[in-house]
């Protein structure tokens, strides 16, 4: 009996252990029930379908509705925002709700808006258990603000805008001028490093000021003095030439790259050019110190010897010598690109002229200069493909006016005019994408790019739109440069416009606005608008009699 109930009270303990094991085992191990299979079968951005991977762009700049349809029932209750959520200020900064009628649908309106020109979110619907169900396929897509067209500024006449632009990008050239030489700094924040080649530029940009009354003739000429004096008596000159750049300060050729620290005859064009506008502005003065200017000028102009830049009796100009390094660089100046100036003064030079068997063999390649090709319907004379960077119609036509010359290669209006047509034509075809190109966007050159500086073209297109393109090609394009300047000022303005003038270049597709200010890119803004305006530069440069000569030599027909 004992024994008997000893086994009842052992099988009854045992009984209850197995109740409470299997009680706890069922909490650890819960018997999964059936999940429903999700997955996304459409969504609607704004009432837009889009696909997974795709980019919706030109969405107005207010809060964003996402409208998602599931292949089957939701429970809206269990949603997880970290596995549907957008990047940047949304991220899962938005509000979601069921849809009453259709309980396969989930509805998200961000609680920020798109608050930005062409600012980018990326919406994302991830992989994981929630909504009632397993997500298991994953989806994202691109959302990119449209740009905002409200002006930034108040509207002015387009006239008045003109002479703002010029007066601001003036300020380049005379307020932040290298204060013992006058020269022009090489770029905002370059200390003592000024630039030959920009000065020239801004030598034209000065005599634009003394016109439209920005300053005196008097603080020109006084402007100028300085600069002659400092180029006569303190910087390097090399066979008559300048270096590319200069130390502002005590005159020192500063090496522009390990085999470039002496001449360069190219940016000593493009100094030579502004001095000789300069001359011809001043010479019927009748002060002595005008008369005293012109004649520094005119020694200045005959000391460089162009035709020791032949490396001997080459049938070409090589672009660098240097004393130590001679010809290392070993350079051509060949068309088509910005040199035509140099050539043109080279025969111009009334005491070491070229033949123009240097021009016909060195620069126009015996006629491999020219093209011929049409790009966008537009027939370009010369050049590479679809043209090359814009200044290549700027820097040797601040001062020759293409609408008066031709020769046996080309007519130069229709070069240049082919020119900036074909770069704006391709900015409107946009072929790469780039976010912002347009109508008014457009202009393709030579500037800072993000984390670098290159030579901008159809060829070479990082995304990156400079100012001084479509500006400076004002004479070429009237209409497409006055629709950029507008676009630059009224919708940019704010973040563009700066104490000199435009900022050097935008990246609309990576919301980077250039801080930099360029001698080089802001001279030509200046001096072509004017030359729009007025042709006060390209007529004081024509009626240079060397000029004339030089042009006459080379077989060019000048009309009047």
Known sequence: M??????LLVVAALTLCSCACSKTDDIDNPTPGPVASLRADSVFVNGTYVTSGASITNLPLSPVSV?????????????????????GRAAQNYTYTGDSKDATVLNITTNVALASSFETWKFNIAEGRYLGGKVKSSYTCTLSAREKTDPVFPEISNDSLMTLVQHQTFKYFWDYAHPTSGLARERLNS?????TGGSGFGFMAILVGIERGFITRQEGLDRFTKIVNFLTNKADKFHGAYSHWLNGETGKAQAFSTNDNGGDLVETSFLIQGLLAVKEYFKNGVSAEEIALCSNIQTLWENVEWDWYRQGDQNVLYWHWS?????????????????LITYVLAAASPTHSIPKTVYDQGWARNGNMRNGRQYYNIT???????????FFAHYSFLGLNPNKISDQYANYWEQNVAHAKINHSYCVANPKGYLGYSESCWGLSASDIPNGYTASSPTNDRGTIAPTAALSSFPYTPTESLAAMRYFYYIHGDKMLGTYGFKDALCLSQGWYASSFLAIDQGPIVVMIENYRTQKIWNLFMQNTDIQNGLQKLGFTVTP
């Open 67 to 87: 409208r998602i349809k599931f292949n089957a029932a939701i429970n809206v209750d269990s949603m997880n925002t970290a596995y549907v959520y957008f990047n």
């Open 323 to 339: 004393p130590d390094k001679g010809w290392a660089m070993n350079m051509k100046i060949q068309g088509w690109n910005e040199g």
């Open 191 to 195: 200390g003592n490093t000024v630039t």
């Open 380 to 390: 370009l004379p010369l050049g590479e493909n679809l043209g090359g960077p814009m």
């Open 2 to 7: 004992t024994r008997k109930i000893s086994y």
